[in-house]
């Protein structure tokens, strides 16, 4: 079953269990989401090259995103979180091409907002093989256009199913990333910046994978 199959699964059980008030928030949040990235995968402010940015490690170590992507080209995953489903299935989704790319000298690398002391249970609960850092301000987010302000009839819709994004944060406030996907060459160049206004499509693992390796392909010596 394709990721996108999954995620609209997601999307149709939840929506039957949705109410018209539950509906109008998500659909005023997709609306704003909309000057994001458009409804074809498209991000609308996305940077010609990758920003350096500090991310944070599980042990609290501070990582450069150009050091991790120095010299390789990479895929940088943004997820909103280990509590969304949405994400845990993207999440899952992706360590099934890990392999195939990390053993071609690719890099897969996951980026959520959520305190750094929360990785490692997401790493282990999804089983992943590839790095999950945190976003610790956003600002790699913001500096990708993908970084998104909750919505106040979505902070109270989150609220009651128990998610507190400002204590579940590192940033501590009410945003969050689209489930974005960015595809990155050896020099930081960007050459895919896929997202949807609705966390409920993304960039297909198998087309994750292709387009890395005939990137790949592309800069074998000769």
Known sequence: MSLNTKLRFLRDSMSRNAGPKVAAACEQAAEIQASLASEDGTVLKCPKTVPDATLVAADGSEVSVLDLIAGK??????????????ST???????????????????????????????????ARNLLGYLLLTDPEQKLAEAMGVRARVTPAMVGLFKSHGVDLA?????????????????????????????????????EPSELRDRL????????PA
Do not use: Q
């Open 73 to 86: 080209p990479a895929a940088l995953l943004f997820f909103r979180g280990d509590w969304c489903p949405y």
């Open 89 to 123: 299935t993207s999440m899952r989704a992706y360590e099934e091409v890990r392999a195939a790319l990390t053993e071609r000298g690719a890099v897969l690398v996951g980026i959520t907002p959520r305190c750094h002391e929360a990785l490692s249970a997401a790493v």
């Open 213 to 220: 390796l005939a990137k790949l392909e592309r800069h074998l």
């Open 167 to 203: 204590a579940m944060n590192e940033s501590a406030d009410w945003s969050l990333p689209l489930e974005a996907t960015f595809l990155v060459d050896a020099e930081g160049a960007i050459f895919c910046a896929n997202a949807y206004p609705h966390p409920a499509m993304r960039l």
